[in-house]
């Protein structure tokens, strides 16, 4: 086989290949094996006339169609992991010589992946969530614990935000009682708006053991016209009753001997927490930014069909192997299927314009990937697959897929560059440092500790 690339307006190239007649005869012999399979001949078995026979009785018209239609695709195929050509769409084939015998030639033309240009990346500035643990903070994850170990005490006083009452309720709907809605002894605590019944806990704030409460409330449900008819009867207000948080306490209930002690485990990880989560903003919020800078136009519409069916593929891969039909998570996720497309399809659009960028920017600073860390990629896949490392190799050669995963590489080194020269601010716009987003090196700190033991 023998092929050319050839480049073409529209973002678009031609590939052209050449197969000798010699080359071609195997892919007309398979045509032919499968031909008499279909084919019924007197005097022979199903897929055992020989191709001179079926030649005889179909012509070879037939067969070479059947060739051209099978095994055309796999060259074009070949002719693309040769030249390394970035397809982005399926290409459109004609056949431009050989429809009846001699050699078989054909054109392919396709769209690829554009080139486009990228600036004023250099300096953005990009927002952050607080890294620093206040001491309010600490209280109230303290406070937590505490509530854990809280108790119940009845208090003969008007209800407040915050406690729970016990309840006689009877509801009516249209003068009919709703069951779901009617019950005796219930615990509820005020505030927490857990019916979701416009000014439900509004009624019960300020009551006493033994008020009634009568009111009215628009139904859950919008369509129902006419509201809910409340009874409510108090029986009992009851106050949260926090533990006091001394060191014996805490000794008691935790792994820690002083309150001091668990602040100080809080401390150490809610600062990684929040490093985490900061990390994880940045990142976001650079390749936002990043794609932003491409505009629509820029990209073609076959990048993002290709992105929607891939995210479309990989949602109903999980939901398979959660055991879960689309129909299911509709009615879970309260969706409807149009907004959950273009949900999807907006995505695509962004993860789309995020590629073009960072190739951009990769190419425009002469970022790239090397030898070693194709490698060290290709290792960790086989550690997670638990395979050798030369098999995944081999199969992802024979795929066509090693370029599709250096260029992922490429956009990974490229989105951290950007990352590392992005000027960091918290919300009221203070500069931070870099450095404070270094998570500390656990490892470092326990040799760190066994030195100081051992002097």
């Not at 070479?64 to 982005?88: G, N, Q, T």
């Not at 560059?417 to 656990?442: C, F, H, N, T, Y």
């Amino acid at each position: 086989m023998r092929s050319t690339v050839e480049s073409l307006e529209g973002n678009k190239v031609k590939v052209q290949v050449e197969l000798e007649e010699v080359e071609f005869e195997k892919d007309l012999d398979a045509a032919f094996a499968r031909l008499a399979k279909e084919v019924r001949l007197p005097g022979f078995r199903p897929g055992k006339a020989p191709r001179k026979v079926l030649e005889a009785r179909i012509g070879q018209g037939y067969a070479r169609e059947e060739a051209f239609r099978e095994a055309l695709p796999s060259y074009y195929s070949e002719a693309v992991k040769e030249h390394e050509v970035d397809v982005i769409a399926p290409p459109e084939i004609d056949i431009t010589g050989g429809q009846e015998d001699g050699v078989v030639t054909f054109d392919a033309v396709v769209e690829i992946r554009p080139t486009i240009e990228v600036s004023d990346y250099d300096e953005m500035e990009i927002e952050i969530p607080k890294l620093e643990v206040t001491d309010d903070d600490l209280d109230e994850a303290v406070d937590r614990m505490r509530n854990q170990f809280s108790e119940l005490e009845t208090v003969e006083r008007p209800a407040e935000a915050g406690d729970r009452v016990v309840i006689d309720i009877a509801a009516e709907h249209g003068d009919e009682p709703i069951p779901g809605m009617t019950t005796d002894d219930y615990n509820y605590e005020v505030g927490s708006e857990a019916t979701g019944i416009d000014g439900f806990d509004e009624q019960l704030l300020g009551a006493s053991a033994g008020d009634a409460v009568e009111f009215s409330a628009p139904h859950p449900d919008e369509e129902e016209d006419e509201p809910i008819s409340f009874s409510i009867t108090v029986t009992e207000v009851q106050e949260t009753v926090l533990p006091e948080p001394t060191d014996a306490w805490v000794e008691e209930n935790s792994e820690f001997a002083t309150l001091a002690d668990l602040r100080a485990d809080y401390l150490e990880k809610m600062s990684r927490s929040r490093v985490m989560q900061a990390q994880a903003s940045r990142r976001t919020a650079v390749a936002e930014r990043v794609a932003e800078m491409v505009t629509e136009d820029d990209v073609p519409s076959a990048m993002i069909d290709g992105e929607f069916e891939s995210r479309l593929q990989d949602m109903a891969m999980r939901l398979q192997a959660q055991g879960i039909s689309f129909e299911q998570y509709m009615q879970f996720s309260g969706q409807e299927p149009e907004a959950m497309m273009a949900e999807l399809r907006g995505q695509a659009a962004v993860s789309a314009k995020l590629d073009l960028a960072l190739r951009a920017i990769a190419a425009r600073e002469s970022i790239t990937v090397t030898d070693d860390e194709i490698e060290e990629e290709l290792d960790e896949v086989a550690d997670r697959f638990e395979r050798p490392i030369a098999e995944v190799k081999a199969e992802l050669v024979e795929a066509g897929q090693l370029p599709a995963v250096k260029a992922d590489l490429l956009k990974s080194k490229t989105l951290d560059w950007l990352i590392e020269r992005a000027k960091l601010v918290d919300e009221d716009g203070q500069s931070v440092s870099a450095d404070a987003l270094e998570m500390p090196d656990e490892e470092s700190e326990e040799d760190e500790e066994s030195e100081e033991d051992q002097t």
